[in-house]
């Protein structure tokens, strides 16, 4: 696993009041924010046993000298947000302040000057960012609409495995439906190949196996009731059987015949 930079106690951390931690600038489209907030809705409805933080759209400051930069999704994993989140210090991620940098960015491109695969590339190469994702889901770069890129080393090196080993998550491609909206969507899967589900698939998945459990409930009723029907019928033939078994004795004995002896 690639050692990302981690802060040393000692430094002295810059005054948080010079940085601009949000603004008003509209920032992102439909799709883009749907895409987003589908990233971050599946980490934290399926990796509940996981202590990480995914957020999309929260700028990230790693040195004093540059503006920060703002992914559309990044995950850092072993941290969380503070409890004091209004104050300055607390409301964007500061590498110093959280020891080290998010092991994933995720840009999902929209236009063509957003310079995904230079700039910002190179910006969370510096940062040691374990794993840069670039989603182009209208091909605005060019043909390919998937970049994965693992830090080997100090620099970057584009994969074609879709599967995040130091992570422990993979993504995928999926057609289906977000909120409403059927299109294809950048998901997290595991490393069988599942997708980490969202709230209300969870809930379906549940209520589709609750419904299935029903089922085998009612079918194993009813196959106990046909049993006992069974068992009914069973008896009441023996008890005929015993009854014409009593006639013919009577009859028998009626002419002098022990039915014992026959």
């Not at 300055?88 to 092991?103: A, D, L, Q, S, T």
């Not at 969870?202 to 068992?231: D, K, M, P």
Request: glycine share 4%; aromatic share 10%.
């Amino acid at each position: 696993m690639v050692d990302q930079l981690v802060i040393a106690d000692e430094i002295d951390f810059p005054d948080p009041s010079l940085f601009i931690t949000e603004d008003d600038t509209p920032v992102d489209n439909f799709a883009s924010a749907k895409q987003q907030r589908l990233l971050v809705s599946a980490l934290y409805s399926a990796l509940t046993d996981r202590v990480f933080l995914a957020e999309a759209n929260v700028g990230i400051y790693h040195a004093v000298s540059q503006p920060a930069i703002v992914p559309d999704v990044f995950v850092s994993f072993n941290v969380q947000v503070p409890e004091a989140w209004w104050e300055k210090p607390n409301r964007c991620y500061m590498v110093w302040n959280f020891g080290k940098p998010p092991e994933i960015a995720i840009e999902v491109v929209s236009n063509q000057v957003g310079n995904e695969l230079t700039d910002k590339l190179r910006i969370y190469e510096q940062m040691r960012v374990s794993y840069y994702v670039v989603y182009d889901p209208s091909h605005q770069l060019g043909e390919q609409t998937l970049y994965l890129f693992e830090l080997r080393g100090v620099c970057y090196s584009e994969i074609a495995d879709t599967w995040l080993e130091q992570v422990g998550l993979g993504l995928t491609l999926w057609q289906g439906e977000f909120e409403g909206r059927q299109d294809t969507w950048l998901r997290w899967q595991d490393q069988a190949g599942n997708l980490l589900q969202l709230g209300d698939e969870q809930a379906v998945q549940e209520r589709q196996r609750a419904e299935q459990e029903r089922q085998r409930a009612e079918q194993e009723r009813q196959r106990a009731e046909q049993e006992r029907q069974r068992a009914e019928q069973e008896r009441q033939r023996a008890e005929q059987e015993r009854q014409r078994a009593d006639r013919m004795a009577e009859l028998l004995r009626a002419q002098g015949i022990d039915p014992d002896q026959i």
